[in-house]
């Protein structure tokens, strides 16, 4: 029989055809090979929900045999149009984490021939009446901010500006996915800082002078040739003048803003939730896996029942506040389907997997 703490979970983001300009694209899962993912998984393991494993940790209910939890990150609408009809074909349940700034607020039930996005809050209610599907909070925002006042890049051909650019206009964060103009939102030469995600972030904001500044200096650059040495070499005397200054940042985010901001990425993305869907919301998801005890213990205290992990340090596989380990599928060649197959078996508990596990992380990670 399983151990209560040994129960894999599964994570997906994008399922359905890939968009070519989108620069996350790599997130997006073909539907056919999501397909044999589903007819591996439900038949080598028990597909269960959340909630019931949670209900299993915390000894509630009878622990089964080989457990698995599948979980999908972002809340795109193909998870409504691709993946969800899947699901219905496999009798799979799943946790969907969504961010409320995200949500897409028209009132459509989309198919797969429409453009994609993010869920609507139609598309949830209709998943989550199916019986099938859990809705969790993946934080109000998912947002990035800058940090430092340390240049780490310039926008530039190719680069994903997501971040930068909806903290600038948040009323694009729904519809930037397919267009092709969005990566034009911001000008090329756009100095992009130390970013770090939302939750554990304090904040600065940087002078618009001396952005205006460098896009000026790299204008006539050609950025079809783009270096980051190149472009930081023709406006290295402006940011040492400012920085000399004491003057590229411009404000700097309290303790007190900071706890009040996240408060409400915690607090306030499950009371949306809960407001539109009509139903509880117990389980967070932290976005790009940054979480802190602080964030933790206040997810704790707004009511989630589990976070996850993410890159927390040091987590006990005991403590039944957070979902276990969560790994990527990946069963598209020999090496690879024998390295998923290994991780799976290794969080399921099984010997001599986990054994082998542990001791890689001890001698290669440090964990």
């Not at 946790?95 to 949830?124: C, H, K, Q, Y």
């Not at 023709?234 to 303790?255: G, P, V």
């Amino acid at each position: 029989m399983t151990r209560i703490h040994t129960i894999p979970v599964v994570y997906y983001h994008s399922v359905g055809p890939v968009i070519s300009n989108w620069h996350r694209n790599f997130l997006t899962l073909n539907p056919e090979i999501f397909r044999r993912h589903l007819d591996y998984l439900s038949r080598n393991y028990k597909i269960i929900s959340l909630k019931e494993l949670w209900h299993i940790r915390t000894g509630q209910s009878a622990p089964v045999r080989k457990p698995l939890v599948i979980t999908f990150d972002d809340g795109y609408s193909d998870n409504f149009t691709w993946a969800f009809p899947m699901l219905k074909r496999y009798g799979i349940k799943a946790t969907i984490f969504v961010s409320p700034a995200f949500v897409d607020d028209r009132d459509i039930r989309r198919t797969a021939n429409d453009i994609p996005g993010f869920l609507s809050w139609s598309e949830m209610k209709v998943m989550i009446e199916s019986g099938l599907v859990e809705i969790g909070s993946h934080t109000m925002t998912h947002a990035r901010y800058f940090v430092s006042d340390g240049i780490k890049d310039f926008h530039h051909p190719g680069r994903d500006i997501l971040h930068p650019a909806i903290n600038i206009y948040p009323e694009r964060r729904t519809d930037h996915i397919g267009d092709p103009c969005f990566e034009k939102i911001l000008p090329y030469g756009y100095p992009i800082f130390e970013e770090a995600s939302a939750v554990t972030a304090k904040r600065v904001w940087i002078d618009e002078d001396f952005i205006k500044e460098c896009l000026d200096r790299l204008s006539e650059y050609d950025f079809s040739r783009y270096s980051f040495r190149t472009a930081y070499g023709l406006i290295e005397d402006i940011y040492l003048r400012y920085r000399n200054a004491n003057s590229i940042i411009t404000s700097r985010e309290s303790d007190e803003a900071y706890a009040e901001r996240l408060r409400e990425e915690i607090f306030g993305s499950k009371l949306i939730l809960e407001e539109n869907l009509g139903k509880s919301v117990e389980f967070l998801c932290w976005p790009h896996g940054d979480n802190n005890e602080m964030a933790h213990r206040m997810a704790l205290d707004a009511g989630y029942l589990m976070t996850t992990i993410g890159k927390a340090k040091g987590i006990s596989e005991d403590d039944t506040t957070r979902i276990p380990e969560r790994i990527g599928v990946n069963l598209s060649s020999p090496a690879n389907r024998l390295k998923t197959v290994s991780r799976l078996r290794a969080l399921s508990g099984e010997f001599p997997y986990r054994a082998l596990m542990k001791a890689w992380r001890i001698n290669y990670k440090g964990r």
